[in-house]
């Protein structure tokens, strides 16, 4: 079993910044993928952003050039967020492949408003 635990979420002002942290604990070992997967009210869950174990990262379009993913290590994962729009307003996902089985975290708010 892996736990997942998200935190950074908040309020913030269209372009502005937050980042966000993923602390993963428990069978850690073996872990492949972590991403981050975002969902908006009323609409289904997306991904925003992956890297792999070994570094390769794929951006969601609507995020290239304003987020940032990173890993530091096997359970550390973060996601750096500039220049915030309304639209990245959702809850903010963490999630980890480990032998074939996804799985995610609680969720933290992420709230872009003015």
């Known amino acids: 079993q892996v736990q997942l635990v998200e935190s950074g979420g908040g309020l913030v002002q269209p372009g502005g910044s937050l980042r966000l942290s993923c602390a993963a604990s428990?069978?850690?070992?073996?872990?492949?993928?972590m991403g981050w997967y975002r969902q908006a009210p009323g609409k289904q869950r997306e991904l925003v952003a992956v890297?792999?174990?070994?570094?390769?990262r794929t951006y969601a379009d609507s995020v290239k050039g304003r987020f940032t993913i990173s890993r530091v290590n096997a359970y550390n994962m973060y996601l750096q967020m500039n220049r915030l729009k309304p639209e990245d307003t959702a809850v903010y996902y963490c999630?980890?492949?480990?032998?074939?089985?996804?799985?995610w975290g609680k969720g933290t708010l992420v709230t872009v408003s003015s």
């Open positions: 890297i792999t174990s070994g570094g390769s």
């Open positions: 999630n980890a492949l480990r032998a074939g089985i996804n799985y």
């Open positions: 428990g069978s850690i070992f073996g872990i492949n993928t």
